[in-house]
């Protein structure tokens, strides 16, 4: 696959990663320029999407930036694992529950290298990981597609701040709590983005037609 695999080290602005993506977006419906993997940590900011609640809110006093992809509100911070993406779904089965399959499978796969065992859940979308008994987000998911093209992505918590969770309701889903791998593990997370990355190319395999 002819995939740009682009990671930036400074924390990069929401408004400006998403400027990109959807400028990117148009390039690759015009076959301009090549699908992508971007992978980056966002500065502190709350953002809704297409589906979000004012109830979601319960810190009225707290900036929101409403964007355009799927889902509802949620938090991204230093810490926290950006995986976006530009994906042309027009030459691969053009199923999203399938493709939304492609990136739980993937962070799934990547957490089990890692010996943490997570799982999706089809009623509330993310990864969960069963903290005795009690079901725990460890991923957010969040996709737009537009004429075939998917874009946006999801965001794996590895070592942020989860204070800032407490001031929403995270996805819109109130009798569930979030973690990170730190949390979860005290080993070392290591190169998971390479294994993130490797596990959603080797995953898109599948949307092959």
Aim: glycine letters at 4%.
């Amino acid at each position: 696959m002819d995939i740009e695999i682009k990671k930036s080290i400074k924390p990069v602005k929401y408004d400006d990663a998403i400027t990109r993506l959807e400028a990117r977006s148009k390039l690759v419906n015009q076959y301009k320029d090549r699908e992508l993997i971007w992978i980056l940590e966002h500065e502190p900011i709350f953002t809704a999407g297409t589906s979000f609640s004012e109830r979601d809110i319960i810190d009225k006093s707290i900036n929101i930036y409403e964007t355009n992809r799927g889902g509802k509100i949620t938090y991204h911070g230093p810490g926290q694992l950006m995986f976006y993406f530009v994906i042309d779904l027009r030459n691969k089965k053009k199923d999203i529950r399938k493709f939304i399959s492609v990136i739980e499978n993937s962070i799934i796969e990547t957490l089990m290298e890692f010996k943490i065992k997570c799982h999706a859940d089809r009623k509330n979308i993310g990864i969960w990981y069963n903290n005795k008994g009690k079901l725990e987000k460890v991923a957010a998911i969040g996709l737009r597609v537009s004429k075939w093209i998917a874009y946006h992505g999801f965001c794996l918590n590895i070592k942020n701040d989860l204070e800032p969770y407490k001031k929403i309701i995270p996805c819109g889903i109130s009798d569930k709590n979030v973690t990170n791998l730190t949390k979860i593990s005290k080993i070392k997370f290591n190169k998971i983005d390479k294994i993130l990355i490797n596990k959603f190319i080797s995953n898109l395999k599948n949307l092959n037609v």
